[in-house]
């Protein structure tokens, strides 16, 4: 049975939004028949993911939460993997819902193994409306965002190379774009205008390094 | 008036527009309100930079967006 670890921190506004938008991939996961591992909340931390990448051995490693060029972090930004850690990601292709960590990080853990890795060359943006977050799955204005990246995760599960994954979260972002600004409430609709903005930024910094042809299926 | 100032008072414009209740969570910079990223971006924050950057970038894109319509 192939393998995937899920991590997601949930200790400020942001990394709230991608504990709750991250559940849809792990329902996805185990009805498509993954072993699913779900480090969640304060168990991110550098110890217990390092120690389950070591002893689960994953074929897909997804991380959210707060990234920098040099390092993904977990709980209360804890630094979980590091640019001399890297090779705990060896053999697997990896998405890190975070900011920054494509260029550096991701490029150590291709040069130490991994297979293939996704992620941010820049800040990631949620936007979000204050009402909505005790209710972040219910958020009109954060939905197009996360969908958006939730493309990547689901075409992994399903199947896709790690360069398809990506290829359809830009597909299914450019469908949001057009849908927001040929929206009949886009010149009035204010929030629509801070959505499209997160979603091109986030688009427009979303790349891979590794091998194109990489599948965890 | 100098290019940076031009594009900083087109910026915060931008933001202005933009509903009371309105937040952005840019990754371990925090989250925000709209008035606390007009006051990051007029302080010229790491944030606000990042914010100026965010904004440049997507005026840069429309075109591109609109190009889009083509395909």
């Known amino acids: 049975m192939k393998k995937i670890l ?55 490693v997804f991380l959210n939460g707060h990234g920098s060029k040099d390092s993904y972090c977990g709980h209360n930004l804890e630094e979980v993997i590091t640019l001399s850690s890297a090779e705990a990601l060896a053999n697997t292709v990896t998405f890190i819902r975070a900011c920054n960590c494509l260029e550096e990080l991701g490029e150590a853990s291709i040069m130490k193994g991994g297979r293939a ?16 977050i005790a209710r972040p799955l219910k958020d009109p204005m954060a939905r197009p965002v ?12 399903n199947g896709s190379t790690a360069s398809e994954a990506v290829d359809a979260s830009h597909k299914f972002a450019k469908k949001q774009f057009l849908e927001i600004l040929f929206s009949s409430k886009y010149s009035e609709d204010l929030y629509l205008n801070g959505a499209l903005m997160a979603l091109v930024n986030n ?15 | ?62 075109p591109r967006l609109s190009a889009t319509l083509s395909d």
Not at chain 1, 24 to 39: L, M, P, Q, R
């Open chain 1, 146 to 157: 996360l969908e958006a990246s939730n493309q990547i995760p689901k075409s992994l599960i």
């Open chain 1, 6 to 60: 899920i991590a997601r921190p949930n200790y400020d506004n942001g990394t709230n939004y991608l504990f709750f938008w991250s559940e849809e991939i792990i329902t996805e996961a185990k009805s498509s028949g993954y072993n699913v591992t779900d480090v969640r909340g304060d168990e991110v931390t550098q110890k217990n993911i390092i120690g389950r990448l070591n002893s689960v051995k994953p074929d897909f």
């Open chain 1, 203 to 217: 688009d427009l910094f979303l790349d891979m390094k590794g091998d194109k042809e990489a599948k965890i299926s």
């Open chain 2, 1 to 62: 008036m100098a290019y940076a100032e031009i594009i900083k008072k087109l910026v915060v414009a931008r933001l202005q527009t933009m509903p009371p209740n309105v937040g952005f969570s840019i990754g371990s910079h925090g989250t925000y309100t709209k008035e606390e990223l007009i006051s990051e971006v007029r302080k010229e924050t790491d944030t606000g930079k990042a914010i100026v950057d965010m904004q440049l970038e997507f005026i840069k894109q429309m």
């Open chain 1, 117 to 132: 890795f996704i992620g941010y060359k820049k800040e990631f943006i949620i936007p979000f409306q204050y009402e909505y």
